[in-house]
């Protein structure tokens, strides 16, 4: 794709990704990333607080667009419903072409548990941000809590798909199939007792 | 209830909150909550690896009976429900008689977002330690992260209710009530659209 001007945070964050994934997170320097990227240190703490930071760029404007969707949705969704459409939208315009760098970071994080820490706690703010939005929305906490759960599960599911190699589906395609296993496991009935001889 | 040995993880774990409640997690030292216990450092730090784990030292406990209960369960139950009827068992056993500590527990870790990262540290191992008991039981690592993170789901909601002033009924009440709420809201299906005029 053309750009029209040099991303500085895109430079960044793909030069930290190689960098982490040849000789790991604990041992690579900002001052190694920003010799990749061709930048300064400066412009480096211009948009991120520190080297863990680098991978979590996307989180707030991720966060941003997946609330700004609910809110703009369809009302006659269901707040779980609602949510997966939003995701959806979301992966599709913002997720989907960046494939290749999300699942290298992926593995980067599934190797340091520091940056897992921080992943959780990201992922956790984000469902509290979406039980707001529904709770505002359908007026019950306690259907909001969960309805934000169960779209974060589904998403998760449909991420470990998206994720692995050799996978083509996109991750909007991935995600009602991930709604619909999550409904049947909900949905899973006791075997019936065998009947007495 | 009369205890044949006095129990010196209990009463440092029952200092440490008190101390935490009255003047907050960082400004307490462990200096300060083995006087409050009548104990040493020396088994402060036998039994913890420093102040964070204090909060902790019922995790490793919890995960184990929960995945023993699971592991001993009927097979003949969905793999949701023997995860929820587990929680159901270990609720009785280890958690009823301590809601007070629990509940202040609670409210501490809300209050500082460090020990709110240990503790979703804590949640996703013990939600893939079920996953990996699930998946060895039925066979499907999908069904098994879903039912796994829906039981997890269903907890925290039975659990946000039990630490609440004034909540009367027990955990192992809840846990049912909140099984049946996520399945509510997993299953609505949309409105229909208004037919044209």
């Known amino acids: 794709m053309p750009r029209w001007k040099p991303d500085a945070v895109e430079r960044l964050q ?9 000789q790991g997170f604990e041992r690579t ?11 300064t240190q400066r412009t480096f703490f211009n948009h991120f ?8 760029g996307l989180s707030a404007e991720l ?3 997946i609330i ?3 809110a703009a949705g ?12 939003a995701l959806e939208v ?39 941000a979406i039980a707001a939005v529904l709770h505002a929305r359908c007026g019950d906490p306690e259907t909001a809590f969960l ?23 996109t991750l909007r395609d991935l995600l009602p199939d991930a709604l619909h296993s999550l409904r049947t496991t909900v949905n899973q009935a006791p075997v019936d007792p065998p009947l007495p001889p």
Do not use: C, H
């Open 14 to 22: 793909t030069a930290a990704l190689e960098l982490f994934d040849e």
């Open 29 to 39: 320097t900002v001052a190694e990333i920003v010799q990749r990227a061709g930048l």
């Open 49 to 56: 607080a520190d080297k863990r930071e680098v991978l979590f």
């Open 63 to 65: 966060q941003q667009e």
């Open 68 to 70: 700004g969707e609910i």
């Open 74 to 85: 369809d009302d006659a969704l269901p707040p779980l419903d609602a949510v997966v459409r």
């Open 90 to 128: 979301v992966a599709d315009k913002m997720l989907e072409n960046r494939r290749a760098v999300v699942t290298r970071r992926y593995a980067v994080i599934a190797a340091n548990p520091e940056l897992q820490e921080r992943e959780l706690s990201k992922n956790a703010a984000l469902t509290e």
């Open 147 to 169: 309805a934000a759960g169960a779209a974060m599960l589904a998403q998760q599911a449909a991420f470990r798909k998206w994720t692995r190699p050799g996978e083509t589906r």
